[in-house]
């Protein structure tokens, strides 16, 4: 909803809004995040240059804003800072890993079993259950 939000419960997705300009006319730049636990451990890190052919494509000097959607049930209920990076890969870092927020992901709706799961994500899957037939 375009809201700053420190607390975000694990079953809704949530974006990661990054404004920035561009002075002069760029290619390869790579703009993300990194989600760290509260010890320190990598839970996964980002940018907008991963799988996407528009950010390919030289930046022109002008204002922008690159978006990453983080989807529902992908983290686990935890403490997590999200830090800012930027870099044209095998050039120069444009921008040093900066910690941008701190995140708290809770659990709103109960799952089978209840309470946290071990790890650090808790990615819902598609599982499928079939009945077999009697054994002979």
């Known amino acids: 909803d375009g809201s700053l939000a420190q607390i975000v419960p694990v079953e809704q997705a949530f974006q990661v809004e990054i404004d920035y300009e561009i002075l002069a006319s760029v290619s390869r730049l790579w703009i993300g995040f990194t989600i760290e636990t509260a010890s320190g451990d990598v ?3 980002t940018g907008d240059q991963n799988f ?3 950010a390919q494509l030289p930046r022109l ?3 922008y804003r690159s978006r990453c959607v983080v989807p529902a049930n992908l983290l686990n209920e935890d403490h997590y800072t999200l830090s800012l990076l930027s ?4 050039i120069r870092e444009v921008i040093r890993p900066t910690r941008a927020l701190q995140l708290n992901t809770v659990q709103r709706d109960a799952i089978a079993g209840g ?3 071990p ?3 808790r990615p819902v899957l598609d599982w499928t259950i079939t009945q077999l037939p009697p054994s002979p």
């Open 43 to 45: 839970v996964f890190c």
């Open 87 to 90: 870099h044209i890969p095998g």
């Open 61 to 63: 000097p002008d204002r």
């Open 52 to 54: 996407s052919q528009q």
């Open 115 to 117: 309470g946290r799961q």
């Open 119 to 121: 790890g650090f994500v």
